[in-house]
Nanobody
Framework: VQLQASGGGLVQAGGSLRLSCVASGRINSNYVMGWFRQAPGKERDFVAAMNWGGQSTRYAPSVKGRFTVSRDSAENTIYLQMNSLKPEDTAVYYC????????????????????WGQGTQVTVSS
């Protein structure tokens, strides 16, 4: 499985962006998909996760209520809709995937995921 993230850019505080992550290869309902971010000089942080079947989602407290993760099965794509962006959301955002559905309980941990995409830069100006 290969993951290709896109959709980053420069936006003013309060604005919105939608990130996309296209997965090549066979994705089934067992997969867990995640979004992480890494700001300069900081560790990679969990942002959101969902199982490919769409029944379960997880969010970091810092983004809950502002970000929404979703997927389009036909397009093999997951999305991260980011609203009410803040300067502290500035980071490189990465998508990740793992074929083991039981890792959903540990989806906040980057080490749970087998596949990673390249990052896409999100910059929020104040």
């Amino acid at each position: 499985v290969q993951l290709q993230a896109s959709g980053g850019g420069l936006v003013q505080a309060g604005g919105s962006l939608r990130l996309s992550c296209v997965a090549s290869g066979r994705i089934n309902s067992n997969y867990v998909m995640g979004w992480f971010r890494q700001a300069p000089g900081k560790e990679r942080d969990f942002v959101a996760a969902m199982n490919w079947g769409g029944q379960s989602t997880r969010y970091a407290p810092s983004v809950k209520g502002r970000f929404t993760v979703s997927r389009d099965s036909a397009e093999n794509t997951i999305y991260l809709q980011m609203n009410s962006l803040k300067p502290e959301d500035t980071a490189v955002y990465y998508c990740a995937a793992d074929p083991r559905r039981w890792i959903m309980s540990a989806s906040r941990m980057g080490s749970s995921y087998e596949y990673w995409g390249q990052g896409t830069q999100v910059t929020v100006s104040s």
